[in-house]
């Protein structure tokens, strides 16, 4: 019944998926393991892609229709301007100089709680705390190919996806692990956090249940990066209600390059029409609280939240 309800839910949303056997299962992914299977679910659109090739591709059509992209230029303050009792964007404060606008969109990711800090006299609440995220890339397995489809093993928390005829294997563990680190260095940028056998413990003993060959299979590395995450799960968008003009597109749940098409538009359509373009209160930023933004409680709310996702 959790199966069906989960295909109805993907094609009210105009997914095409379809309720499978086991047996069907395993002609796709024949390295799964399937006796304990009661069913699955193809979804035939579903893939991959090259988070870096994507964002490249993505700035090339901005810059196509007039964008001015500046990258290593750090953002020290946002300046603002009280009228009619509300506060409004005015510009940024970079070390390049100050840079007018009437309209900012905060897409710091997991620095998006500490750039919210520096909004308007108040600041802007961004509830999210970055968790470590773990996962392995083998050796080559035979009967891998680049057209494996993802797998995804929600009882067992965890996921997977061909890379260079091996496999990456990671997961979202029940209890997780928050980067207990204030503020995030603003040179943390592609650095990886220190291996943890014991908190991947419970992904890697579910991965051998499921799939066998990774117990003789060549683990290159176990990589470990930190991602954020929102109490509720969901991501965040709209304009901050403390600051008129300050928009926010972030706490993506380790899914932004998934979700970075729908976002960006649901966010320039918001801009430019004023209001949000649908019934979006599930991500709108307004669902939260100041108080929601307490480091200590979002630390341990994180330590759940993983394992929901």
């Not at 393991?33 to 069913?39: I, K």
């Amino acid at each position: 019944q959790a199966l069906k309800r989960q295909v109805a839910l993907a094609r009210s949303f105009g997914v095409e998926d379809e309720l499978i056997t086991p047996t069907e299962a395993g002609d796709l992914w024949p390295l799964m393991r399937t006796d304990d299977l009661q069913g699955a679910i193809w979804i035939p659109g579903d893939g991959k892609a090259n988070p870096a090739d994507l964002c490249m591709s993505l700035a090339k059509g901005a810059r196509q229709r007039g964008a001015r992209l500046r990258e290593g230029v750090a953002v020290t303050g946002v300046l603002t301007e009280r009228r009619g009792g509300v506060e409004h964007v005015r510009g940024v404060r970079t070390a390049e100089g100050d840079v007018k606008c009437e309209v900012l969109v905060n897409c710091a990711g997991q620095w998006a709680r500490q750039f919210g800090a520096l909004c308007g006299p108040a600041g802007v609440t961004v509830p999210l705390y970055p968790a470590e995220h773990f996962y392995i890339v083998t050796d080559r397995i035979d009967g891998v190919h680049p057209m494996l489809p993802v797998m995804r093993d929600p009882d067992g928390y965890i996921y997977y996806k061909e890379e260079v005829g091996g496999l990456v294997m990671g997961g979202f563990e029940p209890v997780a692990k928050p980067w207990r680190v204030e503020p995030i260095p603003s040179t943390f940028q592609f650095q990886l956090l220190a291996e943890d056998w014991d908190q991947f413990e419970i992904l890697m003993t579910n991965a051998i249940h499921r799939t066998p060959c990774l117990e003789t299979a060549k683990v290159k590395m176990l990589l470990n990066g930190p991602e954020s995450f929102t109490p509720d799960g969901n991501c965040i968008l709209g304009e901050a209600p403390e600051l008129r003009g300050c928009y926010v597109c972030a706490g993506f749940n380790s899914a932004g390059i998934a979700n970075s098409g729908g976002a960006g538009r649901l966010i320039a359509e918001w801009i430019a029409g004023g209001e949000a373009p649908g019934d979006l209160w599930d991500v709108d930023i307004r669902r939260f609280a100041p108080f929601m933004a307490n480091r200590k409680a979002l630390a341990e709310r994180t330590g759940e939240t993983l394992g929901l996702h």
